[in-house]
């Protein structure tokens, strides 16, 4: 598996547990476990944007 492959596997699996965890906190985006998820996922979403330049 190469590096951009692997990124892209782990936005998966992050964007399914943002969905998870903003459905347990009813979707307060505001919350600080939503807050957290969201900012790992936006990290590899630059990351991939990087990688494809």
Partial sequence: MNHLTGLQVEIDLL?????RTAKI???NFGHPQVLEISQQLDQLIVK???YSR
Avoid: G, I, N, T
Wanted: no cysteine.
């Fill in 48 to 50: 991939v944007m990087r």
């Fill in 15 to 19: 964007k399914k547990q943002l969905l």
């Fill in 25 to 27: 906190y009813e979707f």
